[in-house]
Every structure is written in structure tokens, then in C-alpha cells.
């Protein structure tokens, strides 16, 4: 990770001619926000001076307390390259504050997603983590445009899962990606098609979660934008199509001590940690709360069904795909839990902070896991899974809130004015859906009845 003084910046910035910096943060619903400033601004915005109307951002203050305060994080200073050719735009990722009583400094603002986080972080750290890495897997949808630019269903490719071309007309704008993100700083991993025809996959190298969050924002933005370049359109909706694969985004997880990864023992049979297994069960204890979360839309529930690989039932395995939790066969440094659960649709800092105070409750309270199922969970019946205390994960944001609320642990990690914001979005999403009248409702009745 790279690291920039104040001063670094200001030379950089006058040196590669850049002419507007973009303060950007995210809102609570998981929306990238930013407000553009001249160059001659840069020196007040790295003093910390940038203020916003916070009254006009979705989960944050009401209008009698608007003024907030934009801290930059150093180390995100990025020039866009898609910029070079219009007058250079750069990147500060900022955290959230709020005014104090006069005389006295600005305080973190308690709805900031990153300032959530970084909170949780802190409850990692007293337990004597160093570190808690996140590999994200982000998937995405490419449809074209028409011709006034505005998405339509009509997929760019017939491709399925890592097809090459002619078959995979989405790889040219997959490669464009690839090369964008890799002139931002991005390691690549892996880039390919999907199980879907239109979806792909991207997949960089795992980080510390502040930045690994910082750069699923930042990835999202560069697919969309190279995406419209070449005449597409790309979504990180979760279900866009009946009957395919939905997007989902798996998340694999590890703490450290020091250079040491907590989740490895070489003398067990499997080479897990007790560390490793507590964090698991608080995984799977949780899950049905963090649901609300890590699915946070209406339209992440028609995702999470059986047949289309994402799971539906809380359980974990070594080597079996169905269930929410897998434990990746490599071990060593690269010894970590993959949770299969959450959708692109996320706030990544609140995505990251539930399930991380989630496997954090399980290793406080020293929970053990049920056993791992390695059958196929899909084709047991209901009496299997109950007798082998198989949990099903929420079937809609309704029921997801309802699960998020009851508990205690997820609850206090959000704190009071996120959790109350967030769940209030939701309800009246929630409502928006319950009593609109549906396509697929006209089309079962209108003849019928």
C-alpha cells in the first residue's frame, strides 16, 4: 500500500498537472459519494477544512445539524487514468466528522460506514489482532446500451464460465478493466467469465479490510465507467435475470497476529486453529442477522434460492460449495474462512464490520461449530437438514431486518444511529416493493380472474 505525506500530494498533483480532486466517501446504503475540488483547493482539503451538507446524504444528519467535516485518507490518493486526455481528475477516500463544541477538535462521525469499521477494528485489535484481511470477489452484469445510452436487458455475450472469445464479447471491456485498475494500483488475481451469460468476475489480491473496502468502492466505479465506454452498461444488482446465476460477492477472511495467521495450526487434522473455529462458529451463529447487511436489497432475496449456487442454509464444509461457509484448501498464510453469503449490492465497511464482530463474538465467547456437511444440501429435505442443525438464512429483507435487529452483537457494533437510519431505509424499501403491483402478478391474473 502506498503511503503519501501532504506534501507528496501537493507535488504530484502540480507535477501531473491534475486540475480537480474528488473527496469521496460512502454513504449508508453503500452509495459512492463525492465532492469535486479545484486543485487550488488540495492544500485546505489535506488541513482537513473541506466541509459538507451532511442533511443531504441518505443515513446521515438532520438539516439542523448539517455541517461536517472531510478527512483525507493519505494513503487513497489516485489519479483516475481515464482522465488524462480532459484535464487529470485524482481520488481522496475521506472519513467522516462532525463539528464539537467550540474550541474543540471535530469527532468521528457515528453513521460513517468506514468509521463503523474502523471501530470494530479497534475491538479486534484489543483482543490482540494485528490485522483482519479480506479477499472480496466481486461479480458483475454487462448489458448493452441503447442509443440514447440507457441500459437495456439485452446481454453483450452468450458466454458461460470462463469462456473465451468469440463467445465472450464482454472480454475486450473486461480487459480495458483489468488494464485501468492495474494503472491504479489494483494486483489482479484473475479475470473471467462467469456461470451467466453478461456476468463477470474480477478477482485482486486480498488487504487490510479498510482498504480492501476502498477498493471494491473504487472497483465498482471503474467497471461502470470503462463498462460505458464500450457502449455497456454494468450492474452490480445481485438478480437482474430470472432464471441464471445472480452476482454474488464471497468474502474470505483472516486475522493476524504479527506476521502469524490465526487461523492456521499445523497440528490439527485439518490445520484450523481453535482461533479459527471459534471465529466460524460466530460466523454461522450470526449469519441470519448479518443477512440484512451483507443483502441488503429487496432484490438480494431472489439471489439467495436453491439451484443457482448461492447459498441458502447455514452450515459450513472443507470442499462442498452449498453451504453459506467453505474453508479454501490452502492453509499457511493463506489459511481463511470464505463466506459466500454477500452480494455486491453491499456497503463493503458495513458488510465487513457484521461479519467480523460476528466471528470476533464467537471467539470471546469460545463457540464451537456444529460439525462440517459435505453433502450436497440442496437435495436434503427439511427433516435432514433440522436433524443435522441446519439453519436457513432470511428468504426476504423483511424478515432479514427483523433477524438484524433482535441482535445484540450486530446491533452494538453498528451502533445506535446507523443501525436506526439503515433499518428505516429499509422498512420503507421493504414497503415500496410489498405494495407495488408486480409484471409477473399481471401476468399470472389479469385473465384469470
Given amino acids: ?81 481515464w482522465t488524462a486526455d480532459k484535464g487529470k481528475v485524482a481520488r481522496l477516500i475521506c472519513d467522516v466528522y462532525q463539528p464539537s463544541k467550540p474550541g474543540e477538535a471535530p469527532t468521528p462521525f457515528a453513521g460513517d ?78 479475470s473471467h467469465h462467469e456461470v451467466a451469460p453478461g456476468q463477470h468476475e474480477i478477482d485482486f489480491k486480498y488487504a487490510n479490510a479498510i482498504k480492501a473496502c476502498d477498493d471494491i468502492q473504487t472497483f465498482k466505479l471503474v467497471v461502470k465507467t470503462i463498462a460505458r465506454k464500450h457502449g455497456l452498461h454494468a450492474t452490480f444488482m445481485p438478480k437482474p435475470l430470472f432464471g441464471v446465476n445472480g452476482s454474488g460477492m464471497h468474502c474470505n477472511m483472516s486475522l493476524f497476529r504479527g506476521k502469524e495467521n490465526a487461523f492456521f495450526d499445523p497440528n490439527t487434522e485439518t490445520q484450523l486453529s481453535e482461533t479459527a473455529m471459534q471465529f466460524l462458529a460466530g460466523i454461522l451463529e450470526h449469519a441470519p442477522a448479518f443477512t440484512a447487511i451483507t443483502n441488503p436489497i429487496v432484490n438480494s432475496y431472489k439471489r439467495l434460492v436453491p439451484g ?40 463493503p465497511y458495513l458488510a465487513m464490520a457484521v461479519m467480523l464482530a460476528a466471528g470476533l463474538d464467537g471467539i470471546k465467547r469460545k463457540l464451537t461449530p456444529a460439525a462440517a456437511t459435505d453433502r450436497n444440501i440442496y437435495i436434503m429435505n427439511k427433516e435432514e437438514r433440522e436433524e443435522a442443525g441446519i439453519r436457513d438464512l432470511p428468504a426476504t429483507l423483511k424478515e432479514a431486518i427483523e433477524q438484524l435487529v433482535a441482535s445484540d452483537v450486530l446491533v452494538n457494533a453498528l451502533g445506535e444511529h446507523a443501525i436506526d437510519h439503515f433499518v428505516e431505509a429499509k422498512e420503507i424499501e421493504w414497503d415500496m416493493f410489498r405494495t407495488q403491483v408486480h409484471p409477473w402478478e399481471r401476468d399470472q391474473y389479469m385473465t384469470i380472474y
Fill in 113 to 190: 460506514p468506514r468509521g463503523i469499521l474502523k471501530r470494530v477494528l479497534k475491538e479486534a485489535e484489543e483482543l490482540g489482532f494485528t490485522a483482519f484481511n479480506v479477499g472480496p470477489e466481486p461479480e458483475f452484469f454487462l448489458f448493452k446500451n441503447d442509443e440514447k445510452g440507457e441500459p437495456t436487458l439485452e446481454l453483450n455475450d452468450k458466454g458461460g464460465y470462463f469462456d473465451l472469445a468469440p463467445t465472450d464479447l464482454g472480454e475486450n471491456a473486461r480487459r480495458d478493466i483489468v488494464l485501468e485498475l492495474e494503472d491504479m494500483g489494483f494486483e489482479i488475481e484473475a
Fill in 1 to 81: 500500500m502506498a503511503k503519501f505525506t501532504k506534501e507528496d500530494i501537493l507535488r504530484i498533483a502540480q507535477e501531473e498537472g491534475v486540475r480537480f480532486i474528488r473527496l469521496q466517501f460512502t454513504d449508508l446504503l453503500g452509495v459512492i459519494k463525492n465532492v469535486e475540488i479545484p486543485a487550488d483547493q488540495l492544500p485546505k482539503a489535506l488541513d482537513n477544512q473541506m466541509m459538507f451538507d451532511g442533511s443531504s446524504i441518505e443515513g446521515f444528519v438532520r438539516i439542523e445539524e448539517s455541517d461536517m467535516y472531510l478527512y483525507p485518507d493519505l494513503n487513497t490518493w489516485v489519479i483516475f487514468p
Fill in 308 to 347: 443457482y449456487e448461492a447459498p441458502v442454509y447455514v452450515a459450513w464444509s472443507l470442499r462442498n460449495r452449498s453451504p453459506l461457509v467453505r474453508i479454501p484448501n490452502s492453509r499457511g498464510l493463506s489459511t481463511r474462512v470464505e463466506v459466500r453469503s454477500p452480494d455486491p449490492s453491499a456497503n
